[in-house]
């Protein structure tokens, strides 16, 4: 009975543990994942109505400087999407990653890049030591290994420890961003398309921070792949 149910249900949901036979997601899971599918603004991933245009941005990226290139998100952050990354998060449930990855890579692969070097949004040391990993780092690596792309899982660094963005508005958190990421000397990225890779956008002041930091390192081109898109303002 138990090979039977493996042959037909061979997968496991990573978010109700219900046997399924699809990978990821059973289909009730997927049916409440916020898949953003169809238009898209082309600098932060967020859901357009209507028809999708060339170089379309939400209204949000219309106001707010957005120094990279173009920038995508597989889901908005609700439902299951927000419970997959906040168990990928604080839950340690880094299990999540390489389903989670490769949703990032097919979004990441409609970009115009070429031959990207994947760089995650780091934490700051102290941070990392207290939660054992960074998930964005663990997202670029899993990523990188499926779609055979360099990655520098330490390529930025964040010297400083930046307050929490939690109660921030917007301009504190651009305010509090600004120069806290460098690129590290050894990190080559001069002339090369890089794809910066975080969990979740927000108000996109770090994703900003990291592009300021690979141009004055001489990236070629910056672009934001990232898991889910907070489309409600904070
Ligand atoms: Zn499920
Ligand atoms: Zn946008």
Excluded at 72 to 82: E, K
Aim: glycine fraction near 6%; aromatic fraction near 6%.
């Amino acid at each position: 009975m138990q090979s039977i149910l493996k042959v037909l249900y061979p997968h496991i949901c990573l978010l109700c543990d219900c046997p399924t036979d699809n990978p990821g997601l059973c289909p009730k899971c997927w049916a409440d994942a916020p898949f953003i599918d169809g238009a898209a603004c082309t600098q932060c991933g967020a859901p357009l109505l209507g028809e999708a245009a060339e170089a379309a941005r939400c209204d949000t990226c219309i106001t707010v400087a957005r120094p990279w290139d173009q920038g995508r998100a597989v889901f908005t952050y609700d439902g299951s999407a927000r419970k997959m990354v906040l168990r990928l998060k604080h839950g340690d449930r880094t299990d999540y990653a390489p389903q989670a990855a490769a949703w990032m890579v097919r979004s990441a692969q409609q970009m115009p890049m070429i031959n990207p070097v994947l760089i995650p949004i780091p934490l700051h040391w102290t941070r990392r030591v207290h939660r054992r990993y960074n998930q964005a780092g663990l997202l670029a690596q899993a990523m990188a290994k499926q779609a055979g792309w360099e990655v520098l899982p330490r390529g930025l660094t964040r010297p400083r420890r930046t307050k929490v963005h939690e109660n921030l508005s917007r301009e504190e958190r651009f305010t509090n961003m600004s120069n806290a990421l460098t690129i590290c000397p050894s990190a080559q990225i001069r002339r090369r398309d890089v794809l910066l890779i975080d969990d979740v956008m927000t108000s996109g002041a770090t994703l900003a921070a990291g592009t300021e930091a690979c141009r004055a390192a001489g990236a070629a081109r910056v672009f934001v792949q990232v898991l889910a898109r907070v489309t409600l303002p904070p």
